[in-house]
């Protein structure tokens, strides 16, 4: 299993330019995770989305939308990029229910720098 | 709503000595789960315990343990035998009934050698 995968690893992107991350796991989750970590504010959460077809919105949600394409993918959007968006961006997801409750499993990140 | 604090922002060990981050935490419910992820350089997000409010033993988990105080409502990482492998950020997080974690900003942990 590859576990929560996550492209590109790196961007640069321009002030106003959009862009999608996209986040994929093969671990048969049912809720995933779109975080942002800034030096010194551990990780936020932007958007989850409990089960296929559904989304809500997290601590830091301004400027981004989420698609939750189907179990496996789960989508962040930025329709207009601010240097205030620059932060590495992580996506998790977790079973619900069984033997571990709670536990989230991260993909490696996306480093993203708006100039 | 939940908060989560770690006090030290950095702390330094030499190898093969123990170390103890600290964390505490605000709720008002009874029933909840503890965890602690370590972030090494990588960047990459590991679990490395986890806690069960409603058990009253410690967890431990090889050189890691956790010091559980319910009514203080703090929560402690104990490293033992530090190693250079064990340098990272480390994050204390919080988790309901709900679907969500709450974290705390993180301790970054040097191991010297």
């Known amino acids: 299993n590859a576990g929560v995968t996550q492209t590109p690893k790196f961007q640069v992107l321009k002030t106003g330019q959009s862009m999608t991350l996209q986040c994929a796991q093969d671990?048969?989750?049912?809720?995933m995770y779109w975080y942002r970590q800034d030096p010194g504010m551990g990780l936020r959460l932007i958007y989850y989305?409990?089960?296929?077809?559904?989304?809500d919105k997290g601590e830091v949600p301004n400027g981004y939308n989420v698609s939750r394409l189907n179990k496996r993918e789960f989508s962040l959007r930025l329709e207009s990029a601010a240097p205030s968006q620059t932060s590495v961006y992580f996506c998790?997801?977790?079973?619900?229910?069984?033997?571990?409750?709670?536990?989230?499993?991260f993909g490696p990140g996306t480093r993203l720098t708006v100039t | 709503a939940q908060t989560v604090t770690q006090s030290q922002p950095e702390m330094s060990v030499q190898e093969a000595e123990t170390v103890t981050l600290s964390c505490t935490y605000d709720?008002?419910?009874?029933?909840?789960?503890l965890f602690w992820y370590k972030q090494p350089p990588s960047r990459q997000m590991i679990l490395v315990i986890r806690?069960?409010?409603?058990?009253?033993q410690n967890a431990t988990e090889n050189r890691f343990s956790v010091n559980f105080q319910k009514a203080a409502k703090s929560f402690s990482l104990k490293i033992s035998d530090s190693q250079l492998g064990d340098t990272a950020m480390y994050f204390c997080a919080f988790g309901l009934g709900s679907e969500k974690l709450v974290f705390g900003k993180g301790t970054k942990l040097t191991v010297n050698p």
């Open positions: 806690q069960e409010a409603y058990k009253q």
């Open positions: 671990m048969n989750h049912n809720s």
């Open positions: 989305s409990a089960s296929e077809g559904t989304t």
């Open positions: 998790a997801s977790r079973p619900r229910g069984g033997g571990r409750p709670y536990e989230q499993y």
């Open positions: 709720t008002s419910e009874s029933n909840y789960y």
